[in-house]
């Protein structure tokens, strides 16, 4: 038992830790062992270095599916300069301080930006999370934003049974009489769209925050994103992919979250009011 | 990165049904239904190839991630205009200028920022933000061509085209910019304010 209790969290840091490391060519010639970095598929990660002509894989062999498999594999290379090509032939073990960012750049938005095997899986799945909540969300923040009267039409200030906020339809077809809901937009294919466009705010942060974050950029990115629908579609005039109130509003949502997480990472030493702050906040 | 690649393939079978928009905008004319998202396939097609170029010529290789985005910038640049393009060559045009911006952007700016540790976002910001910006000035353009001389193959009850100048194209992705720089910069304080979270 004693043993179980000490080796486990031993083993299971030694995997983390493993995880951790990019897929780099860096990374892979000082820490993976001589075996694995003969395998055929190490040797898609070869460069020489402009100064010393040498390969930054010591022992390769070449297969022919290596230069099949070659052009996938470029993705994980990542920009170098001579003094860490030089760093990689003394193995020296320099650990690059941003190495998890690296990982997390290549990640978000589901399987399309799952471009690692760590945060893959985690792509997907806060991408389920955010639509899980923006399809129970969503319909709230459209009866708020439609009774300030943006969408240019009586609103009826109580819910019931005959009214419009009783029904919520798949989609906002213009068939739909104009006391349902769905005539406003209260409908699920809206909340899709809001979901993806949270999606793609959260794809900035993906890797870098954690479920606390997401839901506080659910909570009011929905709001926006409904007010940001409603002005547009309404008032200003036609947006049929959603290219404006989905992913301009999305990306320059996620542009700004991102340039938040990234003053907090650099800031690790907080004042006493931050301190203070800190504690409310979770 | 395999998973990208399904990704990537699942986006190019189902990005187009989002502008099927049979909601507000089937009344339009008669082959705005099928017109826009076969504008978007166009578009994603030319996308894929204008950053594949961009990739080669930066980097002297190709990059998975290059295509992948670049199929996505080019839908989210035609996306906007695609009721008012009339001719398939705009939206190839349109995907390639996006494509090749979106891989300039990712192979230059991108990764001198990587390169020095100042990473902000881990997707790219250019892919949604720049792109939208870019679909705006390109659907503004569309649609002034389509008022000056396509205008009569649009409903005349359709108000698309009729009630709203090309000039609401940029004034929507301007409001669109403003509202998620703002709302992001009232998540991202409260974000501020928390600690991480590990477990």
Redesign the interface.
Same mark, same amino acid.
Request: proline share 4%.
């Given at each position: 038992m004693i043993l179980q209790r000490s080796l486990l969290p031993v083993i299971f840091i030694v995997i983390l830790n493993y995880s951790d490391e990019p897929l780099s060519s860096r990374n892979l010639c000082q820490t993976v062992p001589h075996q694995r970095r003969c395998s055929s598929r190490r040797t898609a990660f070869r460069v020489r270095c402009p100064q010393t002509q040498k390969s930054n894989l010591r022992h390769h062999h070449d297969h022919h599916s290596d230069r099949i498999l070659l052009?996938?594999? #470029?993705? $994980?290379l &990542?920009?170098r300069?001579a003094d860490q090509c030089h760093l990689y032939h003394h193995h020296h073990r320099i650990r690059y301080? &941003?190495s998890r960012?690296?990982l997390?750049?290549?990640?978000?938005?589901?399987?399309? $930006?799952?471009?690692?095997k760590r945060l893959?899986w985690s792509g997907i799945g806060f991408n389920l999370f955010i639509t899980a909540f923006c399809l129970e969300f969503y319909p709230l923040i459209n009866d708020f934003w439609t009774k300030t009267g943006i969408q240019r039409d009586n609103v009826q200030l109580d819910f019931g049974y005959s009214n419009r906020y009783y029904n919520l339809y798949l989609?906002?077809?213009?068939t739909t009489p104009a006391g349902t809901a769905t005539a406003y937009?209260n409908?699920i294919?809206n909340a899709m769209?809001a979901a993806l466009s949270m999606a793609?705010?959260f794809?900035?942060?993906?890797?870098?925050?954690?479920?606390?974050?997401c839901l506080?950029?659910n909570i009011?990115?929905v709001?926006?994103f409904e007010?940001?629908r409603q002005?547009?579609?309404e008032r200003?005039?036609?947006?049929? #992919?959603?290219? #404006?109130?989905i992913?301009?509003?999305?990306?320059?949502?996620?542009?700004?979250?991102?340039?938040?997480?990234? #003053?907090?990472e650099r800031k690790p030493e907080y004042t006493i009011k931050?301190q203070s702050?800190?504690k409310y906040?979770? | 990165m395999l998973f990208s690649l399904l990704g990537a393939l699942f986006i190019f079978a189902l990005f187009p049904f989002l502008a099927y928009e049979i909601d507000a905008y089937i009344f339009q004319n008669k082959f705005s239904t099928y017109v826009s998202p076969l504008m978007l396939i166009l578009a994603m097609g030319a996308g894929i190839i204008g950053s594949l170029c961009s990739s080669l010529l930066f980097n002297g290789y190709l990059i998975v991630r290059d295509g992948t985005h670049g199929l996505i910038a080019g839908a989210i640049a035609v996306g906007s205009g695609s009721l008012y393009i009339v001719n398939p060559t705009y939206a190839l045009i349109t995907g390639f200028i996006a494509g090749v911006i979106q891989g300039i952007i990712q192979n230059s700016l991108e990764r001198y920022g990587i390169s020095r540790g100042y990473i902000f976002s881990t997707v790219s910001w250019s892919l949604f933000a720049i792109q939208g910006f870019i679909g705006g000035c390109f659907s503004a353009g569309w649609k002034r061509l389509a008022n000056d001389k396509y205008s009569y193959i649009f409903s005349s009850t359709g108000s698309v085209l009729k009630n709203y100048g090309e000039q609401y194209q940029f004034y929507a992705m301007l409001v669109s910019a403003g509202m998620g720089i703002g709302f992001g910069l009232l998540a991202g304080a409260i974000i501020y304010l928390t600690n991480f979270q590990y477990s």
């Open positions: 052009p996938l594999w #470029f993705p $994980f &990542h920009p300069t301080p &941003h960012r690296y997390s750049e290549y990640s978000g938005f589901g399987l399309v $930006f799952g471009y690692t893959a989609s906002n077809r213009e937009g409908c294919a769209k793609v705010a794809s900035s942060v993906l890797g870098r925050a954690g479920q606390l974050e506080i950029i009011i990115g709001i926006g007010l940001n002005i547009i579609q200003i005039g036609s947006d049929s #992919f959603g290219t #404006f109130f992913f301009t509003y999305g990306g320059f949502m996620g542009l700004v979250l991102g340039l938040f997480c990234y #003053f907090r931050e702050l800190r906040n979770g | -």
